[in-house]
């Protein structure tokens, strides 16, 4: 996306923000990203969707990098681009909950935010995107979600009654890493 912009001055702060970047200082960028969303009104789909990037890229924070790529797409910024960074936090929320410490372990046993809140960047980008270009594995996540749900709600929940059930549904299923994780969870808890 082509930026238009208001002065001299902005594009000197932008040069400084993309520098920033560059460098790798992604805290910092944030805190510019924010500055100039404040200082430029007139470019909000532009630092909107730079600042989705920071906080992603500094913070990890997938919902709150959402919110602000949902804002870049509410202002006019590139679709194809919003899309596909809405989808790359949706998807990075489910592995950032599958390698942390907790893993689903904590996640999946309890009725924890975190889990539900890693579908609902799922259910996000389906209702932003109803017919974009991930909605078979947005549903397919979902899939896993309320399959889970059903298998603890059962006093079913196995690993190979995960498997076979996903597996069934899914056999060419692109997110059998998720389940294959949920499945070493379900077993070392056993």
């Known amino acids: ?43 909000k789909a ?45 998807v990075d929320a489910y592995k950032f ?3 942390s410490e907790e893993g689903f372990s904590a996640l999946m046993y309890t009725d924890t935010q975190e889990f539900i809140a890693a579908n609902d960047l799922i259910e996000k980008y389906e209702i932003l995107f109803p017919s974009g270009k991930y909605i078979g594995e947005a549903k397919e996540l979902n899939y896993i979600f309320n399959l889970t749900r059903a298998l603890q709600d059962s006093n ?15 056999p060419d299923g692109k997110h059998h890493e998720v389940v294959t994780a949920l499945g070493e969870i379900i077993d070392n808890n056993s």
């Open 97 to 99: 909950l599958i390698d």
């Open 1 to 43: 996306m082509a930026i238009n912009f208001t002065s001299e001055e902005e594009k000197n702060d932008f040069r400084a923000l993309s520098n920033t970047i560059q460098a790798g200082n992604y805290e910092e960028a944030l805190h510019l990203s924010k500055a100039l969303l404040e200082k430029f009104p007139s470019n």
């Open 156 to 170: 079913n929940y196995t690993s190979s009654a995960l498997n076979q059930t996903y597996s069934t549904q899914y």
């Open 46 to 90: 532009i630092y909107h969707n730079q600042i989705g990037a920071m906080i992603y890229l500094s913070k990890h924070d997938y919902w709150n990098a959402t919110k602000h790529y949902s804002k870049a797409l509410e202002y006019g910024f590139d679709t194809d681009a919003c899309e596909d960074n809405i989808w790359e936090s949706a």
